[in-house]
């Protein structure tokens, strides 16, 4: 829960209490409990008086957690307007914070140096991306919006009067600022001695009626030498590789981040001009997602390669390594039929799974092969035709038993609902889709392939 710039730790404790109220009267059905923490930290950075985090405990038998996630969203932002609600979980906000500086699934970091222009220039992006397919909010991070007290010295005053500009500073620190003016030691132990002045001289006006003494003896009024107002100025300044960046958060739902992100960029070139210094970066889930496919991208041709040569190695056979290995692509045809099958967008966790499922179809693939060889060995007058047959009916309860298998030890993962669910189905989806397709194909198909190339030997 963000609430503006510069409210007080006290709203922020009366807006917790009140949310927390508000949550268990309308959803006694749903919420155990509710744990509110406000003005703290939890990595060790500045605390924020006016970030709130409302911890829920819900009843296990929740079907639909997402819709209820949007529906109590929806209803505290119209019973509380002057906050803004961020729905997520304790662990995930946590990493995606430390990871990337953001409290969403997905972000823009926009960067430059001047704070005004830098939210100027997130307003023109979130105006650009609004009614974009997939995107459900669009949040400016409130960087400004604290209220500043700036207290310009009028050095012809100072002069005028015998006042040193240290003095005047000094006056603020100590006064107001609790700088200590001396120390009590006791023992090995020292202790800062504040005196502070009444809090009511924080107020501005009452700020600029202070008194202070000049070197000739008169009484002077801080405002006879100083001008003083107050100015809107930046509540934190975020910095990346020394250079200053604000967020604009984006919450996804119902579109894949990369299509996602392809057309937002379309439209933020062709809308928002960008300053010369001042450029954008994505962060968040697409950035992560960036970096793992290009990894993925080195490993799993290196993967297949040193799968090609074990292979070679093993048969001594450049014609069965790549017959073998032809059981790859039938592994994929299923793990994207079950992705386009299941409606869900092509993710980390997913590609993962096809990783997965070129182990388990490559496996089959040895299996049947070595087979046909020992039977070819076993019975070398035996036409080749018949051998293939005989090969594939004996080794199908082995191919059978190691899917089935595999296919009941990721079931539970398939129709898991709890914590972690959203990572384990698209892993569960492709790996299932995969094995299917790859061990009927194995059984039909290779056969076919081990006759077309293998019949001469």
Request: include cysteine; aromatic fraction near 6%; charged fraction near 20%.
């Amino acid at each position: 829960v963000i609430a503006p710039p510069g409210t007080a730790l006290s709203q922020s404790l009366e807006t917790a209490k009140a949310i927390e109220t508000h949550l268990l009267k309308h959803y006694p059905n749903d919420v155990t409990s509710v744990l509110s923490m406000a003005g703290r930290s939890e990595k060790g950075e500045t605390a924020q008086p006016n970030y709130m985090e409302i911890l829920l405990t819900l009843y296990p038998n929740i079907e639909d957690l997402p819709q209820l996630s949007n529906t109590i969203t929806d209803d505290l932002s119209h019973t509380f307007e002057h906050v803004r609600f961020v729905p997520t979980q304790p662990i995930a906000m946590r990493i995606e914070e430390l990871l990337e500086g953001i409290q969403s699934e997905l972000g823009i970091k926009i960067y430059g140096e001047n704070q005004k222009v830098m939210t100027e220039i997130s307003q023109d992006i979130s105006d650009a991306l609004k009614g974009l397919e997939g995107i459900e909010e669009l949040e400016v991070e409130p960087q400004l919006g604290q209220a500043n007290i700036i207290i310009r010295p009028n050095y012809q005053a100072l002069a005028q009067y015998g006042i040193r500009v240290d003095e005047i500073m000094q006056f603020i620190r100590k006064g107001v600022g609790e700088e200590p003016i001396t120390q009590k030691i006791e023992g090995v132990k020292r202790f800062g001695i504040v005196a502070k002045l009444d809090e009511s001289t924080q107020e501005i006006e009452r700020l600029k009626e202070m008194t202070l003494r000049s070197q000739s003896g008169a009484i002077v009024m801080l405002q006879d030498v100083c001008d003083i107002e107050l100015r809107q100025g930046a509540s934190f300044i975020k910095r990346q590789n020394l250079n200053r960046y604000m967020v604009l958060g984006v919450e996804t739902e119902g579109r894949d981040v990369a299509s996602l992100v392809k057309e937002a960029n379309e439209r933020i070139e062709k809308s928002v001009n960008l300053p010369s210094g001042y450029y954008i970066e994505w962060a968040g889930d697409f950035k992560n997602m960036q970096e793992a496919t290009e990894r993925l991208m080195v490993i799993i041709p290196i993967t297949l390669l040193l799968i090609l040569l074990l292979l070679y190695t093993a048969f001594n056979s450049l014609k069965k390594a790549l017959l073998i290995l032809m059981n790859v692509p039938f592994g994929l045809m299923g793990g994207v039929a079950a992705l386009i099958i299941s409606g869900i967008y092509l993710s980390v966790s997913a590609m993962i799974g096809f990783l997965a499922i070129f182990a388990i179809a490559i496996l089959n693939g040895i299996v049947l092969v070595t087979f046909i060889d020992e039977l070819r060995a076993k019975k070398p007058n035996l036409h080749l035709k018949e051998v293939l047959l005989e090969a594939t009916l004996l080794r199908l309860r082995p191919v059978l038993m190691t899917a089935f298998t595999t296919l009941f030890g990721i079931l539970p993962l398939l129709y898991s609902t709890g914590v972690g669910s959203e990572i384990q189905y698209p892993l569960s989806v492709v790996i299932v889709g995969g094995i299917i397709s790859s061990t009927i194909l194995t059984l039909l198909v290779l056969p076919v392939g081990y006759w077309l190339f293998l019949k001469k030997g």
